[in-house]
């Protein structure tokens, strides 16, 4: 079973950048889609980005042209760089993980989550 640890949240003004990175272990990194959640107090967890095992990224509305996924499937690694962040964007953001091969209902290994802040 893959093992999923975030990195590099934290407090950043409005307007600014951060890159969050997804490190997993304990199985075959490429035959993993890779998602990346978040969730702010009293709200659902929604998707922001996701990428398939054949490096297809969709976004959330919210942000596309802001937000990059990407995969370093050598390095069992998976980037969230984000730009421009608006107060909006503050949550805590999760790593998640499906395997092409998984069977139907299973929901796939999380993260523990990483706070992210925008504010002045």
């Known amino acids: 079973q893959i093992h999923l640890v975030e990195s590099g949240g934290g407090l950043v003004q409005p307007g600014g950048s951060l890159e969050l990175s997804c490190s997993a272990s304990?199985?075959?990194?490429?035959?993993?889609?890779i998602a990346w959640h978040r969730q702010a107090p009293g709200d659902q967890r929604e998707l922001v980005a996701r990428i398939t095992t054949g490096g297809s990224a969709t976004y959330a509305d919210s942000v596309k042209g802001r937000f990059t996924i990407s995969r370093d499937n050598a390095k069992y690694t998976a980037t969230l760089q984000m730009n421009s962040l608006k107060p909006e964007d503050t949550a805590v953001y999760y790593c998640h993980a499906l395997s092409d091969f998984a069977p139907p209902g299973v929901s796939g290994s999380w993260g523990q989550g990483i706070q992210v802040t925008v504010s002045s």
């Open positions: 304990g199985s075959m990194f490429s035959i993993y889609n």
